[in-house]
């Protein structure tokens, strides 16, 4: 069994990684830290799970996270960067929800989360948890920096076009038009966020420059092997979980008589965790709610020059806890889906 | 022109008294206070008022509250009775919107609300601000606090089953089993009413006591003319305004032969806000989404002793700000229904 | 194996038991049918099947239901009356999710539910299938009526309170409001349950009578075993899943010294799928999303002689197809948990 | 007063209609068809209307549109087109708010709405709906085919970029991936815009192409006065009202140096529906719930080459009954306003 701490068990992600964890037949939970809510147990705070974890908070003194195998920090950016290097001497695999190891460029991740990085020495070694990109990184790796949730379904949406340098769509006017559910804020009492005020509503954020965009430019630019150029428009919708991202690409006169679908069909054969819907098909993110599944639909209206790539992910689990659940099976050889076996919930 | 003042114009009763106010043929707002976002145009933060309210937020100093006609309070308990006096002082009329004046009993609202009530001099001549129990007295008053959202709706409910001390049903086994969307919690960051928190999903809270439990049993008994008992059971429900109140109440052997659809009726015959719906309705909260009507509806299942009245109300019009207008229309000899006259919107 | 028959696998509870019976050990879906999509893979309709449902839907003559060791009709009313029969004969067990045979009388049944009862000779030999209630009968039946969504909530919520014939509550004066998200009314075309219709709204229906009245009272008096009289007040509450029970119950002189919380622990405390939680507790209904379990609070406001019970559920789990595998896993000598250990959806 | 009538009086953009007439000063409904619900008050069916519409549906016989001044059509494709010359021969002026007078290609109708189009002569006379393109042709214009929802919030978004055969953009590559509301599915009983399945779901549709492209391109291009082309996309959300457009556009060499916010600034500066939002703005779709008002706001991120363009209505007042009525009011001379002066609803 897998010994898994876990960093910051209060919010969304830490208490999808419990969910999920809860039914993995390979690893078990021993210590979730929270300062503020020590002592109490996790089930007390989140009642859906009572019955099935029993463990409770604990301070980060008392929860003894060296002892782990592994640990997870689901916890607000700039934690896990100070408490990585401990747990890594000790011998601890280290997968971090959070961005701290994500953008390879200390610089960028100042500028974007407007703070210093303080191990940037760690930030060469880290692998950028995306299974369908790294997998074997990943599988030998000690320290995941995971890949955010908007980057998650753009670059499975775009990987079978850009991957070996491919040149079937001009990498330089790509558009990523993505819409999420509330939980990708988080559970943090914020006003925008209410029921009230994001009820019933529809709006876009971020449009002059969103923290996602230099991930996915950078996880583009690693896939492609050259320079992609992405423009990024979050949306938020008025649902819990998910998120459907639309993208927009134009097909070089080199890419006109690709048979897309094949493409897409054939690169995702083997792939766990993505699905690659018929030919018109529509995915809706309910399709995938509560599983670790992102579903592609590709479309060219009118076989024009425009290809538009449909995908569908649950925020909280392929866009998160479960992908990381995924990387922590590939780093200790465990089966990739192991507790990652959901139907999804529909209605 | 009446010349209004708002106390607190940040929160969503405060922005419903603008959207109201902006479309009142006989008032003018003056002045919005907020100390915090002095300066900004009121409709820098909420847009929907864009073209409709000029006015920008001013600190109490500069407002000149006592230049006002009328002021009203849209604040956290605790406000307006510290600024009561002095507006009242400056011969300035004063509606609360929150519950320093609702309670007649300082006890009872320091027991409640926590806080020592700081003019309880003031408590004595403050008139509850019920128009359809209170007509009078508010035409008359120069302070009143304004009925709570669940209490409007439920001693609608009752008031032609109590009033004038009738003996039609049991007045100490009343149920009040009532539903409310979540503006009624107020726009406050809080975890509990995020969308990812609140929405698809339904709670009871504060079975054990809620502070609208002694107004209600205060406003019912001063109906009845004797002590009224009441339960009164609040839930949260997923959606943005409205309140759904389910009342239960024992028909006594006096009461048996009681035409209840045409008691109902024939009480509320003349009010412009109370709508008695025809036998065996079912009111819809969407049915009065925007506007100041509550409308209602008698059953009496297997014309059995049980009385089941359903009353709906749009929280923040009828349940809070729009009866303020309508109480300030009162107390300033405008039509009742001046600024009021809107068509609930549906869907 | 046991092998499994589902006729109507095209509404919520079909694919609610497809869902389940995907991630079950001991059983397998051999059959679905549906005269008008026959030939389509189930997972063509629902998504969210693909890659863990393989089966396609089949003309009744196709399916050879008769083959199965059970069948779960997931019909609307009537359907499983006309079939139960043959399949009986067969040796098939059979299990209805509909209204068919949970009525043991068959004028009841005509009355409310508008159709002459075909086989009133089966309603006898029935079982109830509520497995708190009736878990040995379940064991050794052949032909199922299972609870229906509201009824479960509600019998559960008061079954420690009226088995054995109790006397701690008065049981001529109890009130059921009971709220329920709209995928209870099942996957039909209609306006009332459009989202524009439904959605931002709370309405009650039906109060001048609900078919799971004589349902409710039928159960409750048999637990009883006296006449129990309950007044059910259903509510449709803007969410997809969940019922949420209020239940209100006057404590007779008798009962008034009872530890109802100890009362509640002590019955539930071997039940597998029954939460009782701490005093002072507000179950929601997400706590209990996608889950087979139901949790109940006790509340006694100001230890009066009022009992507030507030029981959770998901209305298409232990409401309806969780229960029906339940139940399936009784009759089959399965562990009774086989396929229902999901840990609820949250957020 | 203008006698209005309105055929079809039982869809979203019926009872929008009489929602907006009911608060309007010189225009007075005098019938309502609907065949089937002949005699019943509009208000039973609506009961938002009770106290404020007092008129029953009639049947089109009773109805005597002849005799009115203006009729809407607020029905399904195909009944304006039939009975639209019988009116205008009686003089009746004739507003359709569905598509038979939209598209002037009566060969793209028959494609696109599988229906032949039954008064072809009739279609060079129509003026299309859309006052902020057409107002003087819509002053002196007899019969009208109003915008659809999604083209017009498009059109405003690209007009000040197109008219008048400017050069700021590239017309051969624009996309609009828009989100609505499912009210603009109507009210029609239908599986997919259930709350059960609407609801906590986003999806994309139709992307193979939409009855509203070549509205949108027909549009744009009599705007522009040369051939626009445009990809739309259109998506479902979860919410009632509203629709948002991101539309993007490749700036032109010719177009770099262009201030893209005065360019909007001051095209819709005279417009009393169109409201430019300061820089960095992102509108909600709430912010103009129930109102007629669209607001837009222009991002150019990086100031680089490509333009995004964010426009927010209601599709059912600026994208269907609102602007009919702004219509109504300039083909009779009244305030192009009346009626229409309504605060927007938030929250």
Redesign the interface.
């Known amino acids: 069994m897998i010994k898994v701490g876990i960093v910051g068990g209060t919010g969304?992600t830490g208490?999808e990684l419990l969910?999920l964890l809860?039914?993995h037949p390979g690893a078990e939970v021993v210590a979730v830290t929270s300062r503020k809510e020590a002592g109490m147990k996790v089930a007390e705070m989140?009642?859906?799970?009572?019955?099935?974890v029993d463990v409770a908070f604990s301070t980060p003194e008392d929860a003894k996270l060296t002892e782990c195998d592994v640990v997870f920090f689901a916890t607000p950016h700039g934690v896990a960067m100070a408490q990585a290097r401990e747990l890594l001497e000790a011998g601890v695999k280290v997968i971090d929800l959070a961005a701290d190891f994500r953008l390879k460029d200390a610089a960028e991740f100042q500028k974007w989360y407007a703070m210093e990085h303080s191990c940037t020495d760690l930030l060469a070694e880290a692998v950028y948890g995306l299974p369908e990109v790294n997998r074997d990184a990943i599988k030998a790796a000690r320290l995941i920096g995971m890949a955010g949730c908007y980057p998650t379904s753009v670059q499975l949406g775009l990987l079978p076009l850009l991957e070996g340098g491919k040149r079937l769509i001009d990498t330089q006017?790509l558009?990523a038009?993505c819409?999420s559910?509330?939980?990708g804020?988080g559970?943090?009492?914020?006003?925008g966020?209410?029921?009230?005020?994001?009820?019933?509503?529809?709006?876009?954020?971020a449009?002059?420059?969103h923290r996602h965009s230099p991930e996915i430019e950078q996880g583009l630019s690693a896939i492609h092997g050259a320079p992609v150029r992405l423009?990024f428009?979050p949306?938020l919708?008025?649902?819990?979980?998910?998120i459907?991202s639309?993208i927009?690409a134009?097909i070089t006169p080199e890419g006109r008589d690709t048979d897309f679908q094949a493409l897409f069909e054939a690169r995702f054969a083997g792939e766990p965790f993505v699905?690659v819907?018929p030919v018109?098909?529509?995915?809706?993110?309910?399709?995938?709610?509560?599983?670790n599944?992102a579903?592609i639909?590709v479309?060219r209206?009118?076989n024009g020059d425009?290809l538009?790539v449909?995908v569908?992910e649950d925020n909280?689990v392929k866009g998160a806890s479960g992908q990381a659940v995924q990387v922590m099976n590939l780093m200790f050889g465990q089966p990739e889906t192991a507790g990652l076996?959901?139907?999804?919930?529909?209605?």
Chains 1, 2, 3, 4 share one sequence.
């Open positions: 969304y208490v969910r809860a039914g989140f009642p859906s799970l009572r019955g099935r006017t558009i038009d819409k559910g509330v939980s804020a559970r943090k009492a914020e006003v966020t209410l029921l009230a005020e994001a009820g019933d509503n529809f709006k876009a954020y449009v002059k420059g423009t428009v949306h919708t008025p649902m819990i979980r998910g459907h639309t927009y134009r699905d819907l018109g098909s529509h995915p809706e993110t309910r399709s995938v709610r509560g599983s599944t579903r639909a479309h209206p009118g425009l538009i449909l569908v909280l076996d959901i139907v999804p919930l529909l209605p």
